[in-house]
């Protein structure tokens, strides 16, 4: 059974990092990507990030040069690195699998598994 879970959300000053983990188990092969997706309340889950299994990242513009996505394959861990965090980065963040290898990314409806949320909240 294919589980995503991720952590490391909480409160941060504007300004600050925090660093988000998705812990993955489950996959037979190891081809796929991992996306991380954000939903602030009222808005649509926005993709955020893409690691795909040869180590290509992408990033949506609004969290370019500020966020970093990498993996440790050994671990089966991907790590969403957030650095000087903005008030309107405040989300849930969600991470989710991609067996096309972020072929679908940054389109949620084409992510194929996703794990619980975790609360980032930004204040100014």
């Known amino acids: 059974e294919v589980q995503l879970q991720a952590s490391g959300g909480g409160l941060v000053q504007a300004g600050g990092s925090l660093r988000l983990s998705c812990a993955a188990s489950g996959f037979l092969y190891d081809d796929y990507g991992i996306g991380w997706f954000r939903q602030a309340p009222g808005e649509e889950r926005e993709g955020v990030s893409c690691i795909s299994s040869d180590g290509s990242t992408y990033y949506a513009d609004s969290v370019e040069g500020r966020f970093t996505i990498s993996s440790d394959y050994a671990k089966n861990t991907i790590y969403l690195q957030m650095n000087s965090l903005l008030p309107e980065d405040t989300a849930v963040y969600y991470c989710?699998?991609?067996?096309?290898?972020?072929?679908?990314?940054?389109?949620?409806?084409?992510?194929?598994?996703w794990g619980k949320g975790t609360q980032v909240t930004v204040s100014s």
């Open positions: 989710a699998a991609d067996l096309r290898d972020c072929s679908d990314y940054p389109h949620a409806a084409g992510m194929d598994y």
